[in-house]
C-alpha cells in the first residue's frame, strides 16, 4: 500500500504537489489556529507568506548559476550550430548537382547527409540530457539555499508560520518575498567580496 502510494506521489507532478501541499496547508491551518485561538494567554500569530519562485527566478544565486551554465554549454550549442550549417551546405550540394554527380558520388553524399543528421540528433539529445541535469542540480542547490534563508529570516524574526505554495490569497502585510529575497542579495554580496 505505501509502495502504490509513493507510485502515485511520483506521478502527481508539480500541479499535484501544488494541491496536495495546499490541502497540507489547510489542514496545519485548521489544527494549529484553533490551538491559537484556544489558548487566551497565548500571543499574536505572527504569520508570512513567500512567493518561492518568484524568489528563485530573481535570486542573484540563481541568476548566477544560469550564467555559468550558460557559459558552460556555449561551446556545445555552437558546434551543434556549425553542424547544422554543415548539413544544410550538404543539402544544398545534394539538390545543386544531383544531375551532374554519378550514383555513387550522390550514394556517398546521401550516406553523409543521414550520418550527420544521426549525429546530430544523438548530441543534441545528449546535449538536452546533460544540460536538464545540470540545471536541476543548480536548481537543487538554489531552491535549498532559498528554504534555509527563509527559515532564518523567520527565525531572526520572530515568524510563527511562513507559508508558500498552495496559497490562494496573501496579503501584502504578511507577504516577506522581498525581505527574503533582500538577504539572499546580501549573503550572495557577502560572498563576490570575500572571493
Known amino acids: 500500500m505505501i509502495i502504490d502510494n509513493l507510485a502515485n506521489w511520483r506521478r502527481i507532478g508539480p500541479r499535484g504537489y501544488a494541491m496536495t501541499g495546499a490541502f497540507l496547508l489547510w489542514a496545519l491551518l485548521v489544527a494549529v489556529v484553533p490551538a491559537f485561538a484556544q489558548n ?10 513567500v512567493d518561492i519562485p518568484f524568489i528563485i527566478n530573481n535570486a542573484p544565486q540563481a541568476l548566477d548559476a544560469e550564467l555559468r ?19 544544410a551546405e550538404l543539402d544544398d550540394q545534394l539538390k545543386r548537382e544531383a544531375n551532374e554527380l554519378s550514383e555513387t ?35 537543487k542547490k ?18 510563527d508560520l511562513i507559508v508558500s505554495d498552495g496559497v490562494l490569497y496573501a496579503n501584502k502585510q504578511i507577504d516577506v ?3 527574503v529575497l533582500e538577504s539572499l542579495r546580501q549573503i550572495n554580496s557577502q560572498l563576490q567580496s570575500s572571493n
Request: glycine share 2%; net charge neutral; aromatic share 8%.
Open 40 to 49: 487566551a494567554d497565548a500571543r499574536k500569530a505572527s504569520i508570512g507568506f
Open 105 to 139: 558520388q550522390l550514394a556517398q553524399l546521401d550516406r553523409e547527409i543521414r550520418s550527420l543528421e544521426r549525429r546530430i540528433k544523438r548530441d543534441e539529445q545528449d546535449f538536452r540530457e546533460e544540460l536538464n541535469i545540470q540545471k536541476n542540480n543548480e536548481f
Open 177 to 179: 518575498t522581498e525581505q
Open 142 to 159: 538554489v531552491r535549498i539555499l532559498v528554504l534555509e534563508a527563509i527559515a532564518k529570516f523567520g527565525k531572526a524574526n520572530e515568524y
Open 69 to 87: 551554465l550558460e557559459q558552460e554549454f556555449i561551446p556545445r550549442e555552437e558546434e551543434l550550430k556549425r553542424q547544422r550549417t554543415r548539413l
